[in-house]
């Protein structure tokens, strides 16, 4: 990721958790706010409850492949939180890239028009 560096600090997801925007579907909840820098941070989190270890780390490297092909189209410097819900553990590569895009849309994150770039159809 070009632009991008990882969140991993508890005290910024939790400042996310209590001063950022949230929107939420089934399968995820998107929590941004801004940061002041150049770089967007992306932190991606996936409890317990949606399975055991296999299935969380795949889960993880999922939504962060979804974000790397279209790291193109959101906008620099904010500080991004996905939380992943049960019901994703179920979900098709191309429902969690096109859920994701649509919660970013909603919360501004996006500086171009949302294209399905590189999604498997």
Do not use: Q
Not at 56 to 62: A, C, E, M, S, V
Not at 95 to 105: G, K, M, N, P, V
Request: one cysteine or more; a positive charge; hydrophobic letters at 35%.
């Amino acid at each position: 990721m070009k632009f991008t560096e990882s969140l991993k600090n508890n005290h910024e997801f939790l400042r996310l958790y209590n001063k950022g925007k949230s929107v939420s579907s089934p399968l995820l909840v998107v929590y941004c706010r801004r940061n002041g820098r150049r770089v967007t941070r992306l932190g991606i989190t996936v409890g317990k409850k949606v399975g055991k270890a296999v299935v969380r780390n795949r889960l993880r490297r999922r939504l962060r492949e979804s974000y790397r092909i279209n790291e193109d189209l959101f906008s620099r410097g904010w500080d991004i939180v996905v939380v992943a819900r049960a019901k994703s553990r179920e979900a098709s590569f191309a429902e969690l890239c096109s859920d994701f895009l649509a919660l970013s849309s909603r919360l501004g994150l996006l500086s171009a028009p949302s294209k399905t770039k590189g999604l498997p159809l």
